[in-house]
Structure formats: structure tokens, C-alpha cells
């Protein structure tokens, strides 16, 4: 089985963060998102792996990619933006007839996507689809189910036909490229996975349902990026190497042998990256930092800190910020409240 990650969108729901760089390459819990794709992918038993990527995401994806191993990647481009559909067709001659598991990267399973591969493997549909009970569907693709199997896909319903919302992974037989031959384009412009799907169960093939066991999260907007972040702090173990100097860390908290911390306090669960330096600073729970940053005289908790960024002398508390690569925050009088922040690569604010 081959797997596909489409990773070709502007990722609009996650400006002003995705003006610079594309969504995949953003991080949370110290990894960018695609990276976590992958990996979910490989504990699946999926190493040969096809990357969709537009003319605007193709050259962050590849330097990001530049560092991974044990899997082989290809970059299939898709010049125009025509749904999922249209982005897994881009990749028809590259699954050569293989079966392939198609994985929205911007999703995470607390539990991955194993089971689902063993299933399939063992059951041989023509598709099986990833389902989560959501308490709105109509935001969703939703699937009507006769025991296991799917009888009707329905894109965002506006009567309740089932809370079964299709999740970010579906692994197929070859028979989805057929069925997205000729596949005429939904009343959006776009060509959808889910029409294709449709076809096949229209077709008499058998497609199957599975619920997701444990959380799903998909990282779509700023609020889930803060979730997922926290939702993967959940699983890190307490890892201490680096220099602490007349400071408190209590909790799970990894701090490489590179970071200093000085002067400060850290209450887990806390991810540090290389190079960090924390100095006369608060940082709370659920917050991850990325490499070379620098936080000094300042608190900030349940955040998402980005690589060299620089956060200095704020005397008002931070929380549920998301700050984006070199940027910088320094300043700011003591008031009663918290300050949230969402600030693109390079931005630079100051308090006064």
C-alpha cells in the first residue's frame, strides 16, 4: 500500500500564520504537521509515501522534508487547487494500481491509522472510511452506515441523516482512480473525494465505515492547532538535560542538553527545543517552544512558540498564543489579565 498526503491548499482558516509559509510546515508539539503525517503513515506500515503540493507550498515542503528518512517521498505537483478528488487523481500514475491510503495531513488520531490499514488489508473493500461522531454535522461529509457498511454519503447535510462525520483518512483499492474518471465537478468547482466515493457505492462496490477509536483532531483553524498541541504534550515523558540554574521544573517537561534555564519556573507538561534559553520566566502547562528561541522576563503558558523567536520584559501573562518564526514580543505593563496572541513569521510587537 502507498499513501497519499495532499498538501497543496493555502490553508486560509490559519492566516495570518499561513501568509508565509504553508500550513504543513507549521508546528505543534515541536514537529511541523507534515512530519506527524508521516510518521502516522509509517507506524501503519506505509513507507513509500506521494506528497501533493501546489506551486505555492512545493519549496517550504521540501526543506522540510529534507531531513526525513526511512521513507521514500515524491512531490506530485497539482498547479490548480480542484479538490480532494482532483488531488488524488494527480497521483494516479505514480500508485501504478497499487492500493492507497489517502491521509489529509493536517489531521491527527490519538491511536493512528494502523487498525484501519489491518482492516483493509484483511477485508479487501474497494474503500474504507475513517468516521467520527461530531456533535454538528452538518460542518461535515457524513456517512449513513448498514452495520459496517457505507450506503450513502452526504456532504454537509442540513437535516441530521447521521453524526458519522468522514475523518481524514480513507484507504482505497485502485478502483477510485476509476471512479474519478469523468467525475463531474460539484456545484463549489471542486471535484470531491466524497462524489467519487458516492459512485463506487452507486456501482455496487463495498465501502466500509470505522469509527475512530480515541480523539481526532483536525488542525484546521488556530483554536485546533492550540488543541492538538496540547493533545500531544499529553504523551511526552519528563526528559531533563540541560542546564538549570536556580530554577523550579515540576512535571513532565524535555528539556534538551543545549537549553539553559535560569532563574525560572516550568510546570509541565512543557516541550523545549534546542537552544533554548528561559531566563526570570514563568512557563505553564501545555506549551511547546521551538529551537533558539528565548523567553526572558516574561510569563506565557498553553502556546505554540515557533523557532527563534524572541520574547522579552512583557509583564503581562501570554496564553493561548500561537508566534510564528523570528518573530518578537517585548514590553507591556502589569495589568490584571492575560494577552493572546496569534503573530505571523517575523512580526515584532511592542508593548507600550
Not at 101 to 122: H, K, P, T, W
Request: hydrophobic share 45%.
Amino acid at each position: 500500500m502507498k499513501g497519499i498526503i495532499p498538501a497543496a491548499g493555502l490553508g486560509t482558516r490559519l492566516r495570518p500564520l499561513t501568509f508565509t509559509r504553508p500550513k504543513p510546515v507549521l508546528r505543534v508539539a515541536g514537529k511541523p504537521i507534515i512530519i506527524h503525517a508521516i510518521e502516522t503513515l509509517q507506524a501503519a506500515g506505509i513507507d513509500d509515501i506521494a506528497i501533493i503540493v501546489s506551486d505555492l507550498t512545493r519549496t517550504e515542503i521540501e526543506y522540510t522534508l529534507s531531513a526525513v528518512s526511512g521513507v521514500r517521498i515524491a512531490l506530485i505537483d497539482q498547479h490548480q487547487q480542484l479538490g480532494l478528488g482532483h488531488a488524488v487523481a494527480m497521483a494516479r500514475e505514480w500508485a501504478a494500481g497499487e492500493d492507497v491510503c489517502v491521509y489529509l495531513g493536517d489531521n491527527l488520531f490519538e491511536f493512528g491509522i494502523r487498525s484501519f490499514a489491518q482492516q483493509f488489508e484483511r477485508e479487501r473493500p474497494a474503500a474504507l472510511i475513517a468516521l467520527v461522531e461530531v456533535a454538528d454535522p452538518s460542518a461535515f461529509g457524513v456517512a449513513r452506515l448498514e452495520g459496517q457498511r457505507i450506503v450513502e454519503l452526504i456532504e454537509k447535510p442540513k437535516t441530521l441523516v447521521s453524526n458519522l462525520a468522514v475523518a481524514g483518512a480513507y484507504f482505497f483499492s485502485s478502483r477510485i482512480f476509476e471512479a474519478l474518471d469523468g467525475l463531474p465537478p460539484s456545484a463549489r468547482g471542486e471535484y470531491e473525494i466524497t462524489d467519487a466515493i458516492q459512485r463506487l457505492i452507486t456501482e455496487g462496490d463495498t465501502v466500509l465505515g470505522r469509527r475512530v477509536q480515541g480523539w481526532w483532531k483536525d488542525t484546521g483553524k488556530p483554536v485546533d492547532l492550540l488543541d492538538a498541541n496540547r493533545l500531544l504534550l499529553e504523551r511526552i515523558e519528563a526528559h531533563v538535560e540541560g542546564e538549570v540554574i536556580n530554577s523550579r521544573i515540576s512535571g513532565r517537561v524535555q528539556v534538551p542538553a543545549s537549553t539553559r534555564i535560569i532563574n525560572s519556573k516550568i510546570v509541565g507538561p512543557v516541550l523545549l527545543g534546542e537552544d533554548v534559553i528561559i531566563e526570570d520566566a514563568y512557563v505553564g502547562p501545555f506549551t511547546s517552544i521551538g529551537q533558539g528561541s528565548v523567553i526572558r522576563n516574561a510569563e506565557i503558558e498553553h502556546s505554540v512558540i515557533e523557532s527563534f523567536v524572541r520574547i522579552e520584559n512583557v509583564e503581562i501573562r501570554l496564553q493561548d498564543c500561537l508566534i510564528g518564526l523570528r518573530a518578537i514580543v517585548r514590553g507591556g505593563r502589569r495589568i490584571p489579565r492575560t494577552l493572546k496572541l496569534t503573530l505571523s513569521d517575523a512580526s515584532e510587537v511592542e508593548l507600550t
